[in-house]
Nanobody, 125 residues
Framework: QVRVVESGGGLVQAGDSLRLSCAASGRAFRASAMGWFRQAPGKEREFVGAIGWTGRTMYADSVKDRFTISRDKDKNTMDLQMKKLKPEDTATYYC???????????????????WGQGTQVTVAS
């Protein structure tokens, strides 16, 4: 079974840092884009950032210069390092891995990716 699983969420204070991880299993995603999305209560899911098979990255303006995505293709994992967290970063964070290789940017459509169950990040003010 192909799946991705997030870990590392929690409750932090504004200004703190937190690192999320995503582990993929069932197939290799070496040639696929991977990324992070988030959804706050009452809001639509939004793109956070993505990383391609070459290490190329892209970020939402709201997290640029604060969040950094990295991946280890050998371990089939991806991380999201979050710094200077703000209360508005509070959300459930989802890992996504593109089902099709060599496609960029990462699609936001449900059917185009393998999605994790999400991990909660809460930033207290």
């Amino acid at each position: 079974q192909v799946r991705v699983v997030e870990s590392g969420g929690g409750l932090v204070q504004a200004g703190d840092s937190l690192r999320l991880s995503c582990a993929a299993s069932g197939r290799a995603f070496r040639a696929s884009a991977m990324g992070w999305f988030r959804q706050a209560p009452g809001k639509e899911r939004e793109f956070v950032g993505a990383i391609g098979w070459t290490g190329r990255t892209m970020y939402a303006d709201s997290v640029k210069d604060r969040f950094t995505i990295s991946r280890d293709k050998d371990k089939n994992t991806m991380d999201l390092q979050m710094k200077k967290l703000k209360p508005e970063d509070t959300a459930t964070y989802y890992c996504a891995a593109a089902s099709v290789a060599f496609q960029w940017p990462l699609s936001q459509k449900d059917d185009d990716n393998i999605w994790g169950q999400g991990t909660q990040v809460t930033v207290a003010s």
